[in-house]
Every structure is written in structure tokens, then in C-alpha cells.
């Protein structure tokens, strides 16, 4: 079961895309900087994989040596009588060479695989820590998609081109200069011939690398596009259909799609290049190698072994500079993935509350705002300039007023979601900022108006995060909510798993929650727009049941629908953060003010 997983996603607006391209980061060492001191307790392994890589390289090197002594052996011994001993043990020589180079590929290989994993868990485990230490006001103004791209898409990116790139880069600076130094150690005139030949070729792989580049990542673009699209009409297909906007729509996928395929048809094309190209070189190398390796055996100042040998060393030598190239461009994907990454990682977290021990052992629900003053953090505009009010235990107060008002923003800093600008907020007496947030959290049951359900059984969802809760407390709380009869119909009853494939309508999901929040018996509620995707007749049931629920226990109800709290002890009546109105339904009515304009406007019509 995963709780943590929300089983009916929004779809992603215009361009948001079924994946997330790392674009160039913005400080690419200090990018990298960062992801070299979070590997630091990898440091041994990711050494061994460096010395692996290395030496598994140094022997794939002296392979060719050995080539031309083979080579010469044999040519030697074509008049002479070809020397057996001699042959195999040189042959025996390279298997052993091949051979710890091979296993030294593998061991490094197995190396890096540990450590990238090991790395993606460990910063997977750091963002899922953060997660729940970052303030409520991130998420305001940071979207969930884009939390997700860091846990799923960053994560696995760092993993992966890490993986590629590290050992490719180490494996290709050791091969060019081991070559280098290979070819200049056995004959200057043919390392000079292979260096030139293979120059020419790059200069025009560097040409294809730079315009190709760009067509990459206009595909990439164009593809979110399309995948963003897609995604947007299909979660909102009936829509589509109701305003019959299919050509409308065609036409705009149609647009997308065609700017994908040009894109990916010339980012394709050129790529495609790039093989044929690498074949050019390492063909024309040999041939340049051969002709003046000819020339140079026809004036004795080589042997024919120096050419089979440089042979193998022309392919050697090329190979590593296109390996290279894609190294140091997957190193920066590498890098502005781990920018976002440790940009989430760094962002300011909610103060350390280790310290307090301010709790309220036998609840009775007194609550008391004391000139409370809020503003949002990355705003300097006050929400909630001087709220004040009491609230005795076991009232039930409703909050009501336009969009805006600050309804919502109020029972959050009673939840401590937020931090109060001044002022103070007393539960029992206690001042919650004396309290653990976690401690002000297990005083309240809250019902929000959008829903949450995770994939598992219908039983789980309800007895969420309490372990002491039987099955005859669910069917209780189902049986309060008008549910129990609907959860009796399934095939699996209360066991039955709610995923993808499970339909439940808005007013399903709403009850669910609810019952949920009365199985929680918190001695305190908070019911944020609690009914408002019920139709009337759930509505009436919910009602008793929530009259029931709130019985002796200190209630905060947000209602745009005032008909649901007539009977509430006390409404108060908020507009730009501060209290207009305050007094039970008749009084409010009788008085004839905002009160009264909001409640006659919603049954002008009856």
C-alpha cells in the first residue's frame, strides 16, 4: 500500500509534459560542487571505480604492443620458421591483459551501479525528510508537479548520466592520453599521421554536435508540448465534447505535433550522421596509417608490426573524443538536475522545535485569538490585521464571508500552518507557538473541502495513520455518514482497493473523508467547506451526523452554504481579515447587515 499516493492526479496544464527536461544550469560548478560533497560518503567506492576504470584502461592500451610483437614474431618467422614458444606466450600475455580489463570493466561497473542507486535512495530519502520540514507557504507558491519532477525526473537523471558519464569520462581521458603516449613511444611520424587524419574528421563532428544540439532540445520542448497537450484534453475530454472544440483541439495538436516532427526529424537526422562520420574516421585513419606506414617500412624505419599496431591505436585514439563530447554533455544535464535538486534541499525550512514541551494534557477546547496579525511570507501585504475573539469549549463556530476574507487562512494559523506576524492564539489556556506544530496538529480533526485518497482498501483509507481502530469503528463512522450501505455492495466490502479503476463521485470521496475524521475522535474539528460536493439530501444526513460529531467538542466550520450552520453558537463574519459581524443566525438576520445581504442572496429566488 502506498500512502502517499493520490489516486486521481490533475492533469497538467498547457507544456507541462510527461517529463521534465533539465535545462543548462545556471552554476554549473557550483552544481556540481554541491553533488561532489552529497557523494562524500561514496567517496571510497566511487575512488575504486575511478582506479578500476583506470587500470582496466592502461591494460586495454598495452593490448596493441603486444599486437606488433605478435605481428613481428610471425612475419619474422614466415622464412625463418615461426617461433611457437614465443607466439603463445605473447598470445597468453594478451588474454591475460583482456582479461583484467574485462574484469575490471565489470568490477567497475558493478561499483558505480551501487553508488549511483545507493546515491538516488539517499537523495530520494533527503527530499521526502525536507518535504515535511519545508512551511506550508512553499507549497503556495511552489506547484506539486514540480516537487514531484525533483523526486522522479532530477533524481533519476543525476543517477543515471552519473552512471554513464563519470566512469565514460575517466575510461576516455585515460584512453586518449595512454594512446597518445603509446603512439609517440612507438613512432612519432605514424602518432603525428593518426592525429592529423582523426583532427580532420572532428572538425566536422564538432559542426554536426553544435547545430544538433539545439534540434535535441527544441524536441525536447515540442514533446512536452504534445505529451502536455494530450494530457490536458484527455482528463478534460467530456468538456472537449460538450463545447465541441474536437476541431479546435485537432488543430492545436495537429500544430505541436508537426513542430515535433521537424525538430526530431533533423535532431535525428544529424545524429544519425555521427556513426557514419566515426566510421570516416576511424577508415580514413587506417588508410592514412597504411600509406605512410607503407612508405615508412619501405625505408626500414619501421617494422610491419608498428602498422597492425597502429591499426588498433588509430581506433583507440578516436573513439575517446567523441565519448568525451557526450561525457561532458550529459555532465551538464547532470549538473542542472542537481541544481533543482539541492535548490529544494537548501530552501528554508520551519524553525527547529525541539525545545518545547508546552503540551495540554485533558483537553476542554477553550480557544482564545488575541489580536492576531498574519501576512504571507513572500508578501508584505497583511491578510488578518487584528483578530480577537473567544471561544468557549464545546461551541460551534462558523466562519463565514466572501472569497478571499480570509476564512480559510484563519484555521490554518489556528493549526499552526503558518507563523503568526503578532499577536497570540491560547488553546486551554497553552500558547500554541509554546507548543510542537505536531502536538497543535493531534488537537484537531479537519475535513478540507478537496478530498485525498490513497490506493488501498477502503478500510485504510478511513482508519488513516491509527493503528487502534477496529473494523466495527470504520462501519460506525460509515454507518453516521450514510456510507455503510454503499461499502456493503461491494464484492470485498470494506477491503475493497481504491485505485485507478475504482470510480467514486466527489460526493463519495467527501463522506469517506469525513468519516475519517470522526473515526480520528480529535477533541477538536475543523470543517473547511465540508459538504460542499454533496447533493441536498447527503447534505441533510451529513448534518445530524456532523451534529452529532461536534457534540461536546469545540468545532471550526467554513461554509459558503449558510443554510449548514443555523444552529452554530457563534458565526462570525469576516471581511479583508477582519471581523465585521459577530452573533448566532437570528441575531446576525435580525441586525439586517453583510450577514443577512449574504444569506438572502442565496434564497433570493425561493
Not at 198 to 224: C, D, T
Not at 309 to 320: E, G, H, I, S
Not at 389 to 406: F, M
Not at 563 to 582: M, P, Q
Amino acid at each position: 500500500m502506498s500512502q502517499n499516493r493520490q489516486m486521481h492526479r490533475p492533469g497538467r496544464g498547457m507544456g507541462g509534459g510527461g517529463m521534465h527536461v533539465a535545462e543548462k544550469p545556471k552554476d554549473f560548478k557550483r552544481a556540481m560542487h554541491q553533488l561532489i560533497l552529497f557523494c562524500k560518503k561514496f567517496g571510497f567506492w566511487l575512488l575504486a571505480a575511478f582506479v578500476c576504470a583506470a587500470v582496466s584502461t592502461v591494460f586495454t592500451i598495452l593490448g596493441p604492443d603486444k599486437l606488433r610483437d605478435l605481428t613481428n614474431e610471425i612475419t619474422a618467422g614466415i622464412v625463418s620458421g615461426i617461433n611457437t614458444d614465443a607466439v603463445l606466450t605473447i598470445c597468453f600475455t594478451l588474454v591475460i591483459y583482456y582479461s583484467i580489463s574485462l574484469i575490471l570493466g565489470i568490477l567497475q561497473g558493478v561499483i558505480m551501479t551501487n553508488v549511483t542507486q545507493g546515491l538516488s535512495k539517499d537523495l530520494r530519502s533527503a527530499i521526502s525528510v525536507k518535504i515535511n520540514k519545508l512551511p506550508i507557504w512553499y507549497y503556495n507558491k511552489t506547484t506539486f508537479g514540480d516537487v514531484l519532477s525533483r523526486v522522479t525526473n532530477d533524481v533519476d537523471t543525476i543517477g543515471d548520466t552519473m552512471h554513464r558519464s563519470v566512469i565514460q569520462l575517466v575510461s576516455a581521458v585515460f584512453m586518449f592520453f595512454g594512446s597518445l603516449i603509446m603512439m609517440f613511444r612507438t613512432n612519432w611520424i605514424m602518432a603525428l599521421t593518426a592525429i592529423i587524419s582523426s583532427l580532420v574528421g572532428f572538425v566536422f563532428i564538432s559542426l554536426i554536435m553544435g547545430k544538433s544540439q539545439h534540434y535535441f532540445a527544441e524536441r525536447q520542448k515540442w514533446l512536452g508540448q504534445v505529451n502536455g497537450c494530450v494530457e490536458e484534453v484527455y482528463s478534460g475530454h467530456n468538456i472537449v465534447k460538450v463545447f465541441n472544440a474536437e476541431r479546435q483541439t485537432k488543430q492545436e495538436f495537429d500544430k505541436l505535433n508537426g513542430k515535433l516532427y521537424n525538430s526530431d526529424w533533423k535532431s535525428q537526422f544529424l545524429s544519425g550522421l555521427m556513426m557514419p562520420i566515426m566510421n570516416f574516421i576511424g577508415n580514413f585513419g587506417y588508410v592514412c596509417v597504411c600509406v605512410v606506414g607503407a612508405v615508412l617500412t619501405m625505408n626500414d624505419m619501421i617494422d610491419f608490426g608498428v602498422i597492425v599496431a597502429f591499426m588498433v591505436y588509430v581506433r583507440l585514439f578516436t573513439n575517446p573524443l567523441s565519448q568525451m563530447a557526450q561525457a561532458f554533455t550529459s555532465l551538464q544535464t547532470t549538473a542542472a538536475a542537481s541544481e533543482r535538486v539541492f535548490e529544494f534541499l537548501g530552501a528554508e525550512e520551519m524553525s527547529d522545535e525541539s525545545e518545547k514541551t508546552a503540551k495540554i494534557d485533558n483537553v476542554k477546547g477553550e480557544v482564545v485569538f488575541d489580536h492576531v496579525r498574519f501576512g504571507y511570507e513572500d508578501s508584505d501585504k497583511i491578510v488578518i490585521h487584528d483578530f480577537s475573539e473567544h471561544v468557549l469549549p464545546g461551541q460551534k463556530i462558523a466562519i463565514v464571508g466572501p472569497t478571499g476574507a480570509g476564512k480559510t487562512t484563519m484555521v490554518n494559523l489556528l493549526m499552526r500552518f503558518h507563523e503568526l506576524k503578532g499577536g497570540k492564539i491560547f488553546i486551554d489556556g497553552v500558547n500554541t507557538a509554546d507548543m510542537k506544530r505536531s502536538d497543535v496538529h493531534n488537537l484537531f480533526g479537519m475535513v478540507l473541502q478537496d478530498t485525498w485518497l490513497f490506493e488501498g482498501t477502503l478500510f485504510e483509507n478511513i482508519a488513516y495513520c491509527r493503528q487502534d481502530v477496529t473494523l466495527e469503528d470504520v462501519r460506525r463512522a460509515c454507518v453516521a455518514v450514510g456510507l455503510d450501505h454503499f461499502i456493503s455492495t461491494l464484492p470485498h466490502g470494506y477491503q475493497t482497493v481504491l485505485d485507478d479503476k475504482m470510480n467514486l463521485s466527489a460526493g463519495q470521496k467527501q463522506l469517506l473523508t469525513i468519516a475519517r475524521a470522526m473515526v480520528q475522535n480529535a477533541p477538536m474539528l475543523i470543517l473547511d467547506e465540508a459538504t460542499s460536493s454533496v447533493d441536498t439530501r447527503t447534505e441533510e444526513l451529513i448534518q445530524i451526523a456532523m451534529d452529532k460529531l461536534t457534540q461536546g467538542r469545540t468545532s471550526f466550520v467554513i461554509a459558503h452554504r449558510l443554510s449548514t450552520i443555523k444552529n452554530a453558537d457563534k458565526i462570525l463574519v469576516i471581511k479583508d481579515g477582519d471581523i465585521i459581524e459577530s452573533g448566532t443566525h437570528d441575531q446576525l438576520l435580525e441586525k439586517g447587515g453583510f450577514y443577512a445581504e449574504l444569506y438572502n442572496s442565496q434564497f433570493e429566488s425561493a
